[in-house]
């Protein structure tokens, strides 16, 4: 099966600071890949997503960048406000109908 | 925000006893995805649909079953609950396969006792 793993289950940073998620996966045929933010009793939420023929894609104080020969990929927020305290998960497809997500990382912004 | 119900909310069971979840989708979205979220697993898929009528199953698709009769729904069914499908369940929703992304629901925590 596919193995999508993240390097630090927590993450805490001061406010202001710049945060930096990563996540490694397994499967060189994965060809999709999408971050998303979960807050405390709710559902995922879309952050930014990216396809194996970029290295890098920049959203709104997000940018993704993958690394297709060592399989990694990261997020990384700028500016982190305290709104960003979440679980991220990163999340990829190989198969065209199956995503295979992270075990997360919980990200806590200091004021 | 997608339009995604899901109920209830919260439930508690028995071991033994049926259980049924059910998403409902104001986007008439053509996919539907039951996924559980567990500690130390993240999301797993469990069945998908990709229309009325077509159902697949997803990673952990043993001990459920899933029905789409109509556009907006997608039902999710534990025949028999075990202590082992205690679990939040999220239903997603998407305009395409491996083209954009997942709009989830808010959750159903299932515990069975």
């Known amino acids: 099966g596919e193995s999508v793993g993240l390097h630090l289950p927590t993450l805490s940073v001061q406010e202001g600071d710049n945060s930096i998620i990563n996540c490694a996966y397994s499967?060189?045929?994965?060809?999709?890949f999408i971050w998303y933010k979960q807050e405390s009793g709710k559902g995922p939420q879309f952050i930014i997503d990216i396809r194996s023929n970029m290295d890098k894609r920049q959203g709104q104080r997000v940018t993704v960048l993958l690394n297709k020969t060592v399989k990694h990929l990261s997020l990384q927020i700028a500016a982190t406000q305290p709104g960003d305290s979440a679980v991220y998960f990163c999340a990829e497809d190989s198969t065209g109908n199956q995503f295979y997500f992270g075990t997360g990382t919980s990200l806590t912004v200091i004021p | 925000d997608a339009g995604i119900t899901q109920s209830p909310r919260h439930k508690v069971t028995e071991t033994g006893t049926p259980v049924t979840l059910r998403c409902h989708q104001t986007e008439n979205h053509r996919y539907m995805y039951w996924y559980r979220q567990d500690p130390g697993h993240g999301l797993r898929l469990i069945h998908y649909?990709?229309?009325?009528?077509?159902?697949d199953k997803g990673e952990v698709s043993d001990g459920y079953s899933v029905s789409r009769s109509k556009t907006e729904d997608f039902l999710l069914t534990l025949e028999s609950a075990t202590s082992s499908q205690t679990s939040v369940y999220f239903c997603?929703?998407?305009?395409?396969?491996?083209?954009?992304?997942?709009?989830f629901g808010e959750g159903s925590r299932l515990t069975v006792l």
């Open positions: 649909s990709y229309g009325v009528k077509d159902t």
């Open positions: 499967n060189s045929a994965s060809d999709y």
């Open positions: 997603a929703i998407s305009e395409s396969i491996n083209a954009g992304e997942l709009f």
